[in-house]
């Protein structure tokens, strides 16, 4: 059973969007979430990830825009993303996994179908 995302959609450059991932019940660890994208012809990269204590990583690339946050009595994952640029256009996945380094081992994470972004100029 894998994680179900949502929000995603079309806007102008500037625009927002704030993305949901409601977590799968069958999730045993969710002590790291994290936001993921893969745009066409490219390498799925890393956006953000929350761990269970609190504490967020970002990429340099959205740092200041994009803020993730967690819902733990919905068991949902949030990604609010502000000042949007046409290279955010991607496909965003969400994942959980026991440690925040474990997110590309196939037995060790969890992953949604993802949701499209798209981010016109």
């Known amino acids: 059973d894998q994680h179900v995302e949502s929000g995603g959609g079309s806007v102008q450059a500037g625009g927002s969007l704030r993305l949901s991932c409601q977590i799968s019940r069958y999730t045993v660890s969710t002590h790291c979430m994290g936001w993921f994208r893969q745009a066409i012809g490219k390498d799925r990269e890393e956006v953000a990830h929350i761990d269970g204590d609190g504490t967020t990583k970002y990429a340099d690339s959205v740092k200041g825009r994009f803020t993730i946050s967690q819902d733990n009595a919905k068991k949902t994952l949030y990604l609010q993303m502000n000042s949007l640029k046409s290279e955010d256009t991607a496909m965003y996945y969400c994942?959980?996994?026991?440690?925040?380094?474990?997110?590309?081992?196939?037995?060790?994470?969890?992953w949604g179908q993802g949701t499209q972004v798209t981010v016109s100029s």
């Open positions: 994942a959980t996994a026991a440690d925040c380094g474990w997110f590309q081992l196939p037995l060790h994470s969890r």
